[in-house]
């Protein structure tokens, strides 16, 4: 019986082992995220070279985007001034000698040499009797006629500096040599009735393959794969959570969910009424529940919420609610607050800022049961909260919080149902993949009492657009907000070079905006555009209770106008706020502008929103994508664009726990291998729950390695 230590070993032996690979090479392959031979074989072509669609130089046209295949004559090195280098190599085919030119990059000269064969892709140019590409992308198929073998698909793989993508593509055969007898993790029967594809041959096809079609097999087996391993994951991560207690059947009758609907100044729209129905038939079973709530800004999951809520309080039990922000905590207690103290229901908002005598005051509640239902944060997680008889546990905002966290919280009241909340309207199938532990609802349409946004695009010479729609609202005694992501860089140094680098640096996590910018930027609208108004600031480097009064001040009509950075994105309510103008729109994510302009038409005033931005003449992509904010308000489908434009694991941010292990699946595409996967994971998992059947030992230490703690911290 394999035992899990030597089942895939190879494949978890460090890269080192693969020959080749030296030390220097190993700092380099690091660089990508390669440490391990699984990390190699698993760092799959970013393209392939289609010989199929190559031209040859006679034929390839001026002006158009070509491939030529052939062999370099010379290669050599100019240097008209001193801090210039041209790099030019001759490449020729049976028809004729094409130029390849690059300036300052003096190492291509060290990379081509004579006799070479490479496949040059590029843009055709015509000067001084040659046709040329200027910089073009180049690739070495062989160090000699003999060697290259243009019958083949090429691989084409990331690379790294002091690693060439041939020597890439070397070192990806060597490691898949050496795995002569690859274990394959997936149980037979799967394997066989897919006609998958062994996992070894997968690999090979994938990095090398023999035809088109045998590659797309190959990407079907091993996405499978990836799916299936993420959704058993997945699901036993759930399992690990439930442990240790029986679920908590809440028995509260009818009436007080009566009782609450009534309070409501408006009736629940059809699907927020299905959601609750299922909530309700969820928290009364006696298996524990685990739900996710999906619907887009303003499709009211709080109120549906609120029901979940009431039935846990008025079941005799306990009910938390935890939000990413200090902001979205506090409103929690102004949406519901009311409506739970009609029903006698106790509840507070515990967050780091709340003072140490009130702390006390709360945690002594939870603890002996007198209060009922509490708001917070990640206050909530610290250890010395804890309640007599947690049932309920809600988490907004969800893909805010890592694992850990949601499972600290649920680890307080044993057995507590679990309702997660997300305003990320992803389509069902990416939230089969990602949620597959979950029971999903969702909610599309938003109640038909809100009135309408819409959404403009003005140049930045045009922001008197804005500012004047936003003086016309505040005549009639509207509020608006300004976002802007790069508070923190003054007008004047807004420009793309600035831009650019600020994106760097939060990308790398820091905060952006520094305070005294920021509030230069309110002083300078408060002083010249908006001068009979009330500007506030609000940015994320404000300490919690500045920006609670800053926020109460807003909520109350204090403030007019309220410049802020993106820490409005998540659920700020103010339904007097009607316009809303994002600076520097073009940095943002299409998900994260329809986030942003949720924040208008909250109430009875139909909303504006207008986008700043200059998108490049060239950057057509950036241009469409701010025209889908104009053209639709349907969160779904803009997630679907966003999708569709980027990678999978990009949308849903990094947090997304085992979000990076899908690196083959296309979400939308693969809707079918998607279900197959969470069906086949589910089956697996119920009859053998701990994967210790010895015809497991292979998947469950697939699993080990696979979502190891490497991956997780990411
Ligand atoms: P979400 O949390 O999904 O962004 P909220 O729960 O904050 O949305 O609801 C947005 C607004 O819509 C709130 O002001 C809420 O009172 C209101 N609302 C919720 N449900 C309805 C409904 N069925 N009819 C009318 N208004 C509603
Ligand atoms: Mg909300």
Same mark, same amino acid.
């Given at each position: 019986m394999p035992t899990r230590q030597s089942v895939g070993e190879a494949l978890d032996a460090p890269v080192t082992s693969v020959r080749?690979v030296?030390?220097?090479r190993a700092e380099?392959l690091a660089r990508l995220d390669i440490r391990t031979v699984r990390d190699l074989v698993c760092h799959y072509p970013?393209?392939?070279?289609?010989?199929?669609?190559?031209?040859?130089?006679?034929?390839?046209?001026?002006?158009?985007?070509?491939?030529?295949?052939?062999?370099?004559?010379?290669?050599?090195?100019?240097?008209?001034?001193?801090?210039?280098?041209?790099?030019?190599?001759?490449?020729?085919?049976?028809?004729?000698?094409?130029?390849?030119?690059?300036?300052?990059?003096?190492?291509?000269?060290?990379?081509?040499?004579?006799?070479?064969?490479?496949?040059?892709?590029?843009?055709?140019?015509?000067?001084?009797?040659?046709?040329?590409?200027?910089?073009?992308?180049?690739?070495?198929?062989?160090?000699?006629?003999?060697?290259?073998?243009?019958?083949?698909?090429?691989?084409?793989h990331g690379?790294?500096?002091?690693?060439?993508?041939?020597?890439?593509?070397?070192l990806v055969?060597t490691a898949l040599d050496g795995l002569a007898d690859l274990p394959d993790p997936l149980p037979a029967e799967l394997r066989f009735r897919d006609?998958f594809m062994s996992r070894k041959e997968a690999l090979r096809q994938i990095h090398?393959?023999?035809?088109?079609?045998?590659?797309?097999?190959a990407r079907r087996r091993l996405a499978y794969e990836e799916l299936f391993f993420l959704q058993l994951e997945l699901m036993r991560l759930r399992a690990a959570e439930e442990t240790g207690a029986?679920?908590? *059947?809440?028995? =509260?009758?009818? !009436? #007080? $969910?009566? %009782?609450?609907?009534?309070?409501?100044?408006? /009736?629940?729209?059809? &699907?927020?009424?299905?959601?609750?129905?299922?909530?309700?038939?969820?928290?009364?079973?006696?298996?524990v529940?685990n739900?996710m709530?999906?619907?887009?800004?303003?499709?009211?999951?709080?109120?549906?919420?609120?029901?979940?809520?009431?039935?846990?309080?008025?079941?005799?039990?306990?009910? *938390?609610?935890? =939000?990413?922000? !200090? #902001? $979205?905590? %506090?409103?929690?207690?102004?949406?519901?607050? /009311?409506?739970?103290? &009609?029903?006698?229901?106790?509840?507070?908002?515990?967050?780091?800022?709340?003072?140490?005598?009130?702390?006390?005051?709360?945690?002594?509640?939870?603890?002996?049961?007198?209060?009922?239902?509490?708001?917070?944060?990640?206050?909530?997680i610290?250890?010395?909260?804890?309640?007599?008889?947690?049932?309920?546990v809600?988490i907004? !905002?969800q893909h805010r919080f890592g694992v850990e966290q949601r499972a600290a919280l649920r680890a307080?009241?044993p057995g507590?149902?679990l309702?997660v909340?997300?305003?990320?309207?992803?389509?069902?199938t990416l939230a089969l993949t990602l949620y597959g532990d979950l029971e999903?609802?969702?909610?599309?349409?938003?109640?038909?009492?809100?009135?309408?946004?819409?959404?403009?695009?003005?140049?930045?010479?045009?922001?008197?657009?804005?500012? !004047?729609?936003?003086?016309?609202?505040?005549?009639?005694?509207?509020?608006?907000?300004?976002?802007?992501?790069?508070?923190?860089?003054?007008?004047?140094?807004?420009?793309?070079?600035?831009?650019?680098?600020?994106?760097?640096?939060?990308?790398?996590?820091?905060?952006?905006?520094?305070?005294?910018?920021?509030?230069?930027?309110?002083?300078?609208?408060?002083?010249?555009?908006?001068?009979?108004?009330?500007?506030?600031?609000?940015?994320?480097?404000?300490?919690?209770?500045?920006?609670?009064?800053?926020?109460?001040?807003?909520?109350?009509?204090?403030?007019?106008?309220?410049?802020?950075?993106?820490?409005?994105?998540?659920?700020?309510?103010?339904?007097?706020?009607?316009?809303?103008?994002?600076?520097?729109?073009?940095?943002?994510?299409?998900?994260?502008?329809?986030?942003?302009?949720?924040?208008?038409?909250?109430?009875?005033?139909?909303?504006?929103?207008?986008?700043?931005?200059?998108?490049?003449?060239?950057?057509?992509?950036?241009?469409?994508?701010?025209?889908?904010?104009?053209?639709?308000?349907?969160?779904?489908?803009?997630?679907?664009?966003?999708?569709?434009?980027?990678r999978e694991g990009d949308v849903l941010g990094s947090r997304q726990h085992g979000a990076s292990t899908l690196k083959l699946v296309q979400v939308?595409?693969d809707?079918?291998l998607v279900a197959r996967a969470h069906d086949d994971a589910r089956a697996i998992l119920e009859a053998d729950p701990d994967l210790s059947a010895s015809e497991h030992a292979g998947l469950a230490h697939e699993l080990d390695e696979v979502f190891s703690e490497r991956q997780m911290i990411e």
């Open positions: 080749y030296t030390e220097k380099a970013r393209r392939y070279l289609d010989f199929s669609r190559t031209a040859t130089v006679a034929d390839a046209e001026i002006g158009k985007e070509v491939t030529v295949v052939g062999t370099i004559a010379d290669v050599s090195v100019k240097k008209p001034r001193p801090r210039l280098d041209i790099v030019e190599a001759g490449v020729y085919d049976k028809t004729g000698i094409i130029l390849g030119v690059w300036f300052r990059q003096p190492w291509m000269a060290r990379r081509l040499s004579s006799g070479q064969v490479v496949a040059m892709s590029g843009k055709i140019s015509f000067d001084y009797g040659f046709k040329r590409m200027n910089s073009p992308f180049i690739e070495i198929i062989g160090e000699s006629e003999e060697e290259a073998d243009l019958s083949r698909i090429i691989p084409v690379t790294t500096e002091g690693i060439s993508t041939a020597w890439m593509r070397r055969a006609a090398f393959p023999k035809s088109a079609g045998q590659r797309d097999e029986g679920a908590i *059947a809440h028995d =509260a009758g009818d !009436e #007080v $969910l009566e %009782r609450y609907r009534s309070l409501l100044p408006f /009736t629940l729209t059809e &699907e927020q009424d299905a959601a609750l129905s299922r909530i309700v038939e969820d928290m009364r079973a006696s298996s529940m739900r709530l999906l619907g887009d800004v303003g499709t009211g999951k709080t109120v549906v919420a609120g029901g979940a809520i009431v039935l846990a309080a008025k079941s005799g039990h306990q009910a *938390a609610m935890m =939000a990413p922000t !200090e #902001v $979205l905590a %506090r409103q929690y207690g102004q949406s519901l607050g /009311t409506y739970l103290d &009609e029903l006698g229901i106790t509840w507070a908002t515990l967050t780091s800022a709340t003072p140490a005598s009130e702390r006390a005051e709360i945690l002594s509640g939870l603890a002996d049961g007198t209060l009922s239902v509490v708001f917070g944060t990640h206050a909530l610290e250890d010395d909260v804890v309640f007599k008889s947690l049932s309920l809600v907004d !905002e307080k009241g507590s149902d309702l909340m997300t305003a990320t309207p992803i389509p069902r999903c609802s969702f909610l599309r349409t938003r109640p038909a009492s809100r009135p309408p946004t819409t959404t403009r695009i003005v140049s930045r010479a045009r922001r008197d657009i804005a500012y !004047e729609a936003i003086r016309a609202a505040l005549k009639e005694g509207r509020q608006a907000y300004i976002i802007c992501p790069l508070v923190g860089v003054s007008r004047k140094e807004r420009t793309d070079e600035a831009a650019r680098e600020l994106e760097d640096r939060i990308a790398a996590g820091e905060e952006l905006a520094t305070l005294k910018a920021a509030q230069d930027e309110a002083r300078f609208l408060g002083e010249k555009v908006f001068a009979t108004s009330e500007v506030g600031l609000l940015t994320g480097r404000m300490k919690a209770p500045e920006k609670q009064e800053v926020m109460q001040r807003f909520y109350d009509g204090d403030i007019d106008v309220l410049v802020a950075t993106t820490v409005v994105e998540v659920g700020i309510d103010v339904p007097n706020a009607t316009v809303m103008m994002i600076e520097d729109a073009e940095r943002f994510g299409l998900s994260q502008l329809h986030q942003l302009r949720g924040r208008v038409s909250r109430g009875q005033y139909p909303g504006q929103v207008f986008l700043v931005a200059d998108p490049a003449e060239d950057d057509t992509e950036t241009a469409e994508r701010l025209q889908a904010l104009v053209e639709t308000d349907d969160g779904f489908e803009l997630a679907e664009r966003d999708l569709r434009a980027r939308l595409d809707a079918e």
